[in-house]
């Protein structure tokens, strides 16, 4: 019942700043858990970020103090903003739904996942 889209990659500039959004369909939406992932080739998908319905948040060490995400229930929306990007940060991006009370860093705990978006910081 839960659909994902991720928007708002694009191209930018190191130190920039970016905003991506995971746009959810479903009645109960704002209950889930939702993550943030990344993923680079070569490299595993990584946990960047999570908030729970609550608005429990964790962050993974490499984003901590530039990246934010929030949530507008009411929307069924969740925001990534991210600041301060660095090159490094290229990678596509993924939002995923999990209906639960925590905040997992593992993908495999998800069971929704959106498309993806692509971001890529230029030096």
């Known amino acids: 019942q839960v659909q994902l889209v991720a928007s708002g990659g694009g191209l930018v500039q190191a130190g920039g700043s970016l905003r991506l959004s995971c746009a959810a369909s479903g009645p109960t939406f704002s209950s889930y858990t939702v993550g943030w992932f990344r993923q680079t080739p070569g490299k595993e998908r990584e946990f960047v970020a999570g908030?729970?319905?609550?608005?429990?948040?964790y962050y993974a060490d490499f984003v901590k103090g530039r990246f934010t995400t929030s949530r507008e229930s009411a929307k069924n929306t969740v925001w990534l903003k991210m600041n301060s990007l660095k090159p490094e940060d290229t990678a596509v991006y993924y939002c995923?739904?999990?209906?639960?009370?925590?905040?997992?860093?593992?993908?495999?705990?998800?069971?929704?996942w959106g498309q993806g978006t692509q971001v890529t910081v230029s030096s």
């Open positions: 995923a739904a999990r209906a639960d009370v925590v905040v997992p860093r593992s993908s495999g705990r998800y069971g929704y």
């Open positions: 908030i729970s319905w609550s608005r429990n948040i």
